[in-house]
């Protein structure tokens, strides 16, 4: 079976898998899903197996992916019975996903927290110690709460951008249920379908996760510029549309190898790709010509103000976009 959230012993907390592949790219952390021990999250169930009862994952560690990640069941998986993760048809956010949607996100989280989550290992005993597989070092004391201060974010919340991105990317096609759906971030709720703005429509309204397809990726060492492919019409003229990411930006993110390897493979990437972004409204400003520098052009142009927020992936169902 496939599903998106399991508990993770170590951190005594259940993750979604996009908190797993969020931390396994995170340099501030040690933390290797391959060396995790994730197991069921449903409570009784996991109570009644010994921890070797665990889950694999699917997608957790690939910095592009185009089919939905997911943990999974093991051929040696075992659930109890009545356990909803365990059966074929189970329903609700977080369950287990229905074969037919396995190129699917099902869990739609109803906000997106803007506010990093934060994670604490728990404390082993010796005796414990024993029977549990090697685990990584704690997390440094610099990126968590010691003791916890704040609950787990609730599971129709997640911190991770990647999570309501999927979910529109991979129900596209359903645009029904992405205007059923509802979205908060920060003092903002709508649809799904509403708060997604295509990028040549972003004069609409600001605060919204705006996309669209992928013109060019200009790398200035370091420093990226992305090209959109669609236009803003303004004033009954159409300007071109971009986002700058800087070379303090980049060089400072917390997860800079992945984000940096995505930029590659996107560059080489002879497919098309689409860029997600939130925190940033695109503004119309004058820029000077290369071949006139005394003259300028208009282009509505913005800086990325956090890469967690920012986003450049293949998308294959937003094509006929």
Same mark, same amino acid.
């Given at each position: 079976?496939?599903?998106?959230?399991? !508990?993770? *012993?170590?951190?005594?907390?259940?993750l979604?898998? !996009?908190? &797993? @592949?969020?931390?396994?790219?995170?340099?501030t952390?040690?933390?290797?899903?391959?060396r995790?021990?994730?197991?069921?999250?449903?409570?009784?169930? @996991?109570?009644?197996?010994?921890?070797?009862?665990?889950?694999?994952?699917?997608?957790?560690?690939? &910095?592009?992916? *185009?089919?939905?990640?997911?943990?999974?069941?093991?051929?040696?998986t075992?659930?109890?019975?009545?356990?909803?993760?365990?059966?074929?048809?189970?329903?609700?956010a977080g369950?287990?996903?229905?074969?037919?949607?396995?190129?699917?996100?099902?869990?739609?989280? #109803?906000?997106?927290?803007?506010?990093?989550?934060?994670?604490?290992?728990?404390?082993?005993?010796?005796a414990?110690?024993?029977?549990l597989?090697?685990?990584?070092?704690p997390?440094? $004391?610099?990126?968590?709460?010691?003791?916890?201060?704040?609950?787990?974010?609730?599971?129709?919340?997640? #911190?991770?951008?990647?999570?309501?991105?999927?979910?529109?990317?991979?129900?596209?096609?359903?645009?029904?249920?992405?205007?059923?759906?509802?979205?908060k971030?920060?003092?903002?709720? $709508?649809?799904?379908? #509403?708060?997604?703005k295509?990028?040549?429509y972003?004069?609409?309204?600001?605060?919204?996760?705006?996309?669209?397809?992928?013109?060019?990726?200009?790398? !200035?060492?370091?420093?990226?510029?992305?090209?959109?492919?669609?236009?803003?019409?303004?004033?009954?003229?159409?300007?071109?549309?971009?986002?700058?990411?800087?070379?303090?930006?980049?060089?400072?993110?917390?997860? @800079?190898? $992945?984000?940096?390897?995505?930029?590659?493979?996107?560059?080489?990437?002879?497919?098309?790709? !689409?860029?997600f972004?939130?925190?940033?409204?695109?503004?119309l400003?004058q820029v000077? #010509?290369?071949?006139?520098?005394?003259?300028?052009?208009?282009v509505?142009s913005?800086?990325?103000?956090?890469?967690?927020?920012?986003i450049?992936?293949?998308?294959?169902?937003?094509?006929? $976009?």
């Amino acid at each position: 079976m496939k599903f998106d959230t399991a !508990y993770c *012993i170590s951190l005594d907390d259940k993750l979604s898998i !996009y908190d &797993v @592949r969020d931390l396994n790219f995170d340099e501030t952390v040690d933390f290797d899903s391959d060396r995790e021990y994730f197991l069921c999250p449903h409570d009784a169930c @996991r109570a009644a197996f010994a921890d070797e009862n665990k889950l694999g994952t699917f997608n957790a560690k690939n &910095v592009n992916y *185009i089919r939905t990640p997911h943990f999974k069941d093991l051929p040696s998986t075992q659930h109890i019975n009545g356990c909803p993760y365990g059966t074929s048809r189970a329903t609700g956010a977080g369950l287990a996903l229905d074969e037919t949607d396995e190129e699917r996100e099902a869990h739609f989280p #109803s906000e997106l927290l803007l506010t990093r989550r934060q994670y604490v290992r728990k404390p082993v005993s010796t005796a414990a110690a024993q029977d549990l597989p090697p685990m990584p070092p704690p997390v440094p $004391a610099a990126t968590v709460s010691t003791p916890r201060t704040t609950p787990s974010a609730p599971l129709d919340k997640t #911190s991770v951008f990647a999570h309501p991105v999927e979910c529109f990317v991979s129900n596209y096609a359903d645009k029904d249920k992405l205007k059923r759906m509802p979205l908060k971030i920060g003092e903002q709720t $709508a649809s799904y379908w #509403s708060f997604f703005k295509k990028i040549e429509y972003l004069q609409d309204n600001k605060g919204l996760i705006y996309w669209g397809k992928v013109k060019a990726i200009k790398d !200035y060492t370091l420093s990226v510029r992305v090209d959109f492919e669609k236009k803003v019409w303004f004033e009954g003229r159409p300007y071109s549309v971009n986002v700058y990411l800087s070379k303090q930006l980049i060089e400072g993110y917390r997860k @800079r190898k $992945a984000f940096l390897e995505e930029i590659r493979l996107a560059i080489t990437n002879d497919r098309p790709l !689409y860029c997600f972004f939130y925190g940033t409204t695109p503004a119309l400003k004058q820029v000077p #010509s290369k071949k006139d520098p005394a003259k300028t052009f208009g282009v509505f142009s913005g800086d990325i103000q956090n890469l967690d927020h920012f986003i450049i992936r293949e998308a294959p169902g937003l094509d006929e $976009a």
